[in-house]
């Protein structure tokens, strides 16, 4: 078996993160950098990936599942990073079997910075089963020429949470989204979303 490559395969995947972080609705995929994460996470490899590639001593994080405590503690080990609350944390991760239900609540309790340091606000990395570059959710803004849609699975209330949240721009927050595929879909502030 190939070992996770720590440098590569974190540059390679931050690369693909990047692209579909400055072209809202490109979809990238993961599957070449994080099918060779061992791991005891209870998550997709592509998110253990995301924890991998984002956290370290400098940021905080928390973990929204219903084995939230056992992933925190191991995230916290492999990363250094210190586990905080929601509404502190800078990174909030939230599995596939707490999205449906959870996503809505978290988008009301995340940070969203500050005139002064918008910066200091959180980014959510949620799990769908499914996400693909064709589907009725429309996206607008920088990085989209006139339109993108995009296909999201689940639930869809966080979608007008998101809106109220990120209305004050520069305030707000970011999203990554990840699929059983290990895809990955980004969402910035300053996209429109409209279904």
């Given at each position: 078996m190939?070992k996770?490559?720590y440098?590569?395969?974190?540059?390679?995947?931050?690369?693909?993160?990047?692209?579909?972080?400055?072209?809202?609705?490109?979809?990238e995929?993961?599957?070449?950098?994080?099918?060779?994460?061992?791991?005891e996470i209870?998550?997709?490899?592509?998110?253990?990936?995301?924890?991998?590639?984002?956290?370290d001593r400098?940021?905080?994080?928390n973990?929204?599942?219903?084995?939230?405590?056992?992933?925190?503690?191991i995230?916290?080990e492999?990363?250094?990073a210190r586990i905080?609350?929601i509404?502190?944390?800078?990174?909030?991760?939230?599995?596939?079997?707490?999205?449906?239900?959870?996503?809505?609540?978290?988008?009301?309790?995340?940070?969203?910075?500050?005139?002064?340091?918008?910066n200091?606000s959180?980014t959510?990395?949620?799990e769908?089963n499914?996400?693909?570059e064709?589907g009725?959710?429309?996206?607008?803004g920088?990085?989209?020429?006139?339109?993108?849609?995009v296909?999201?699975?689940?639930?869809?209330?966080?979608?007008?949470?998101?809106?109220?949240?990120?209305?004050?721009?520069p305030?707000?927050?970011?999203?990554?989204?990840?699929d059983?595929?290990?895809?990955?879909l980004?969402?910035?502030?300053?996209?429109?979303i409209?279904?």
């Open positions: 190939v996770f490559d440098v590569h395969d974190v540059q390679n995947g931050y690369r693909k993160v990047l692209n579909s972080m400055a072209r809202p609705g490109v979809v995929n993961l599957n070449e950098e994080a099918s060779n994460i061992d791991s209870e998550a997709y490899k592509s998110t253990v990936f995301m924890m991998l590639m984002l956290l400098e940021v905080t994080f973990v929204i599942s219903k084995d939230s405590e056992k992933i925190s503690s995230v916290s492999m990363t250094y905080d609350t509404e502190e944390a800078d990174y909030v991760f939230i599995t596939e079997d707490a999205c449906n239900e959870k996503l809505h609540e978290a988008l009301r309790r995340v940070k969203i910075g500050d005139l002064s340091n918008p200091k959180s959510i990395i949620a769908f499914e996400i693909s064709i009725d959710i429309e996206l607008t920088p990085g989209i020429e006139e339109s993108n849609s296909y999201i699975s689940g639930n869809r209330q966080w979608i007008n949470g998101r809106r109220k949240i990120n209305c004050e721009y305030l707000g927050i970011d999203c990554i989204f990840l059983r595929n290990n895809n990955v980004c969402i910035p502030r300053t996209t429109n409209n279904i």
